[in-house]
């Protein structure tokens, strides 16, 4: 199972390296969130993908999950949900200021 996850991370983090090499602003965007669940996939995988009791001391309960891992990935969700939305407005307010979403022409290379 931790092998399938972390090739669907690779995927993930080669998807958005295609994406952050683009010249349109939004498939920016795009790559940094898949960047963020590819990151999301890898903190997860290298937690060790095992099953256990919840982390509450109880009597007869030798197998503990261990929290750490989904308390990382809860901050590191929010995080990117914040820079997903500023990277979003940012887009949106680019598009409607210069009428295109364009890098090359937002930096005034039209003849590239």
Known sequence: MEFII???????????????LQ????????GSVLLSHGAHLF??????????????LTD???????????ALILTSIVISFGITSLLL???YRTAEENNTDNIEQLRGNENE
Do not use: E, W
């Open 60 to 70: 007869n309960v030798n197998d503990y999950t261990d929290p750490l891992p989904q």
């Open 89 to 91: 407005v940012l887009a």
């Open 6 to 20: 972390s090739i669907l991370a690779g995927v993930l983090f080669a998807t958005a390296i295609y994406n952050l």
């Open 23 to 30: 010249k349109q602003f939004l498939r920016l965007v795009i």
């Open 43 to 56: 903190l997860l995988t290298m937690g060790k993908l095992k099953r256990g009791a919840p982390p509450i």
